[in-house]
């Protein structure tokens, strides 16, 4: 039966009139008949409808060319003018005031009933408002609508290029598939995502053709702030391309939504190896398995090679883009295909992902010519042959998307919990405020309780567990809403398995990393406590989170404002993207320097007061931030004719690092009175270049912690780093850098030798009188690791820094191993525990002050923002 239905389906895309020079070139630049599929192998041609070549010069997927942003979208508008199947919608600007739009197709009927269709999916979206019998019309006459988006992580060149023909190809052919598709389908599509990106990947693109010779500068900048990271958004929202897909989505309601990526051989169809997201319904689980083993299948049945699913990704973590679907009941997904980056023609060697596996069973060449025609014709087939499935089945996409709603709805009183709860009485209501502006931003529903409230938490309510009083006006984030699996997912705490295989964070619970208290009630009383929805806003403080922003912005005299360099390597620039994000979501000002700025500025102090070095986000080693890239030809970063958008910053050879001289230069710029701040590698860096004397990194061979929300101690409560701060921090902290501060080596842990009693018993030589062993004296405060020998301490008087020269643990990670997990996956950590956090390190007039963590991370750690903010605020007077 299943070849029967191949073979209908083949039948089904046979076609009429094709345009025989692009098919040829399909054919050209195709690298074997193995790599493309009846589905794509031609193009309609068309009187009215220019095709890609028509348009632009070259088809898609030909050789050494890629698209600007801006022309992809004079081609859809193109498709537009001359179809009435094809509609284009602007949905926002990004950080650089690029466009981004949204191109639907479809049949006429469907385009010129569009808002009809709309309607019907908004409605199906929240079964509190649909009644089942209504439902059941609007599955009836309704349209299920799949969403494509292309070109997020700018290397991943080929989706732009896909997605202008296979729009062109939705529009124009005739077959019995497309006609189905048309007809029963409306295909939704961004093809750029991050249009900054694309443009300065294009311009490199540009470079490489003129420049055979000489060595291709690396793309540095992607978007105005990061770069793979734009993935990682979808909980804080904090970039353009996020907010404005999720607009879209709120618009159309699509019932699938798919992000196009290239990076493993051939074609990987998303389901993952788990871990899984325990907040997720398993129907929508289900569906990814059996769409992605449907697509799989099919290619396999055409021939095709190196098509599976499940060994790549975890299904964890909801900062994706995708999970805009997912959070909303809406099926997310993606694919992973292989990808030159540049529109040439490659050989390659696939090793590791060619073998055979229970899930690859159809596995990869182990050696290939590839083309960037060879993308273009997997990611095509895949998405017709999903199209193709979702007009099959158009009825039950929409009834899924109801059910997935109203099982939503019941998950207050099913499994629970009934609602998220936070107390109007706290004190950091700046980030309470931010948190529940957030979740109204994703669509949750917030309300407010119009009285005090008394109850019990769990529930059943246990004998012993004593009620809780929330004040008048306390937040109240029910689960009996259609996105209440989003709000529980990035509400709940986490937990992670140390054997488990995972692919980015495991703790994100946003309470915890906002540092704002909040209760899980699983008691459903919880839901007759009178409330109103929110109308949101009414920030008491700064939109930055904390009143430290405030403070700093609005009673501070300019004059009297530190001036603030925030630097960058050349290596890479996505973590200190995060950090210019966030002083400007605080609207403090900054200037942007870069490595080799400082080693070209010996008088750093009379510039800057604070110099930021935030981490350079790969780990990077001290050396290679001192040094750079490798010596040879320059690799010039700068804006000419040839390549119009590569920015943010500019330098005619991105190979020289800080140098020595540069170290020397901060060195002096410390000592005489300025403030060094670093985080994770910059502060491996300032330690092992001796800026920051006595503070040493301490390997960790068991410390496994990837993306982990840690407790940590406020050791020095005089610093004023920590003001407002309780004796508990919770920070996000990610498997290293592990410190001690000191000259003294850390004690060895005391044993005894094999004799009489028990392992605490001493020992006890024979034929003498015993004399016992004195305690190991405990260091006096701010002595740990400077405290003297306990043989002849004053041979050693010499090497003793004095107190003021000391490095400080401001902040220590919790003392015991068992105390340090909050939220993610925490072994061995016993490596970790009660070594530093935040470290306070003098240096003649000046300070460095070294983060163990990433105090800003991905604009959702803003309950440790105010550690970074102190410190800037008491730059001339920390003690």
Known sequence: MKKLALIALIAASVHAADDPEYTQQIKQFTTGPQFTTELVDHLPASARVPTPMAFLGYIAGAENHLTYAEDVYRYMRALEAASPRVKVFSIGKSEEGREMILVAVSSEQNIANLEHYKDITRRLSDPRRTSGEEAVRFVAEGKPMYYATGAMHSPETGSPEMLMELVYRLAVEDTPLIRKIRDNVIFLTTPVLEVDGRDRQVDLSRYRLQNPKLPTPPLVYWGHYVAHDNNRDNMGLALALSRNVLTAYFDFHPQVIHDLHESVPFMYVSTGTGPYNSSLDPIMVDEWHRMAWHEVQEMAQRGVPGVWTWGFYDGWAPNYMFWIGMGHNTIGRFYETFGNRYPSTENRVVRGQSDREWYRPNPPLPTVKWSLRNNVNYQQSGLLLALSDMADRRAHFLEQFYLLGKRSVAKATNEGPAAWVFDRGQKRLGNLYDLMNLLMQHGIEVQTSEEPFTLKTNWPPKTEE???????????????????????????????????????????????????????????????????????????????????????????????????????????????????LALESMDIPYTYISTQDASRTPNLREKFDVILFPPTGSNNSSQEIVNGFAPGPPLPWKKTELTPNLGVDQTDDMRPGLGLTGVDNIARFVEDGGLLITARDTSVWAADYGLARWVRVVPSTKLRAPGTIVAATVIDKKSPIVTGYDETIPLYFSSSPVFRVGLTPEPPAETRPSGRGSKDDPDVPQGRPFVPLPERPKPAAGEEGFQPPEDLPGNSDYAMPRPEDRPRVIVSFAKKADQLLMSGMLDGGDELAGKPAVIDAPRGRGHVILFACNPMWRQNTQGSYALVMNAIMNWDHLR
């Open 466 to 580: 004593k009620a809780v009083t929330f004040a008048a006006g306390s937040f109240i984030v029910r689960m009996d809403q259609p996105y209440s699996r989003l709000a529980d997912t990035m509400l709940d705490t986490q937990y992670v398995r140390s054997d488990e295989k995972v692919y980015d964070d495991t703790g994100w619970t946003l309470g915890y990393l906002k540092n704002v208290e909040f209760k899980r009630v699983a008691n459903p009383d919880v839901l007759k406590v009178r409330m109103h929805l929110w109308a949101g806003r009414e920030m008491p403080v700064a939109p930055a989170n904390n009143a430290e922003a405030l403070f700093f912005k609005q009673h501070w005299k300019d004059a009297a404002r530190p001036r603030i360099a925030i630097m960058h390597t050349w290596l890479r620039t996505q973590d200190e993207g995060w950090w210019r």
